[in-house]
Structure formats: C-alpha cells, structure tokens
C-alpha cells in the first residue's frame, strides 16, 4: 500500500466514520465515502482487544499485503476496523473475507 493511500489524521478517521455508513463484516466494520477526488484511500484501526502489539502489527501488514494485490477504483475513502474474531481465522481465510466484501462495495476494478 502506497502512502499516498493512507488515512492517517485523527480527523479524518472521524470525518469519514460519522458520516457514511458502516458496512459489517465477520472480521471487519468497514466505513466507505465516495468522493470526487481521482485517488482511493485506506485506513485502518487495529484495537487493543486484537491482542498485543505483535499480533497487532502481525494483523496490519496482512491487510496491507491483501489491500496492495488488488487494482482499485478511485473516488474513495475506507476506514477497515478489525473485530477481534479474526483472531480465530487464518490469512486465506481473512483474504477471502476482505476481497469479498471489497466486491461487494464494488471498489474493485473489474478486469475486461
């Protein structure tokens, strides 16, 4: 995941969670807002209830790893918080879970 992609200001996370809808999934609270900007961005909030700082971090970079092998649309910004039943799951299986709901919120570009 580039940097330029990033959601990184406290602000901006607030911005984007009070005033869009939440989209739940079983390892993941998902807050999309479309835009007329030509760029996508992601943030993502890993809590305490994950675990220690290892796992934490261990969680992050599997999302990014699944967030930076897809092509996506632009006009977007995504808040993905983590539940703490992923916890359970193995990375195919949160793989799986987060490209299908990428695709269900239709931010995947579709290849012709």
């Known amino acids: 995941m580039k940097k330029i992609n990033i959601v990184k200001k406290s602000q901006d996370f607030e911005k984007i969670i009070k005033n869009n809808k939440s989209y739940k999934s079983s390892y993941f609270f ?11 961005h992601f943030g993502l909030s890993v809590g305490k209830k994950i675990g220690n700082a290892v796992r934490r971090n261990k969680v992050k970079r599997q999302i990014k790893e699944i967030i930076s092998e897809n092509d996506y649309q632009n006009n977007f910004d995504c808040i993905i918080i983590v539940r703490k039943e992923i ?26």
């Open 87 to 112: 916890n359970n799951h193995t990375f195919p299986e949160i793989k799986e879970e987060l490209n299908r709901v990428f695709k269900k919120l239709s931010i995947i570009k579709e290849n012709k």
């Open 30 to 40: 998902i807050y999309l807002q479309r835009h007329e900007n030509s760029i996508y």
